[in-house]
């Protein structure tokens, strides 16, 4: 029997997305003001209710950068503490390549461009990261980490088995 009168905190850690999107050597990236500082970031955000993790890669990309992208590898599930606001994420990022680009669509309001960078460009802006994932998952990409996209289940509301 639960006690209504008592409430338990239940741990929930973010649930994040994230792309990396090569042309060559070069990597999408996006320029953020977060808390008041820039950061930099592949295309990434949180996991809406309701929403596949294949849906929230792709819509978070279109948001943020303009640009249409095709999933084609889970690279790696990543678990990490933030040091923005100390909750735990849990971030699945993907690889993806590009479709199309709508340079006149306007961009979420906390991203400030979207830009190509080489993998060194990108290790050297050291703490101006969003986060040590960025490289992580550029680099577990680099090695040739993929996983097919069936390794993930998406079972929508009102499903049975």
Do not use: K
Request: proline content about 4%; hydrophobic content about 40%.
């Amino acid at each position: 029997m639960t006690d209504s009168s008592s409430t338990v905190e239940i741990w929930r850690p973010h649930v994040t997305v994230a792309c990396v999107v090569a042309d060559g050597d070069r990597y999408l990236m996006v320029e953020e003001e977060v808390n008041g500082r820039l950061a930099y970031n592949q295309p990434a955000g949180h996991l809406d209710d309701g929403e596949s993790l294949v849906a929230a890669a792709l819509r978070e990309t279109l948001e943020e950068t303009g640009w249409t992208v095709q999933l084609q590898h889970l690279i790696g599930v990543h678990q990490w503490r933030s040091t923005e606001h100390g909750d735990a994420v849990v971030r699945f990022s993907f690889a993806a390549r590009t479709i199309s680009h709508d340079p006149d669509r306007p961009l979420d309001t906390d991203i400030r461009r979207a830009l190509w960078m080489s993998r060194a460009e990108i290790a050297s802006l050291g703490e101006r990261l969003r986060s040590p994932m960025v490289l992580l998952s550029i680099d577990a990409w680099l090695a040739g980490q993929r996983l097919p996209l069936d390794t993930l289940s998406y079972l929508p509301e009102g499903v049975t088995t």
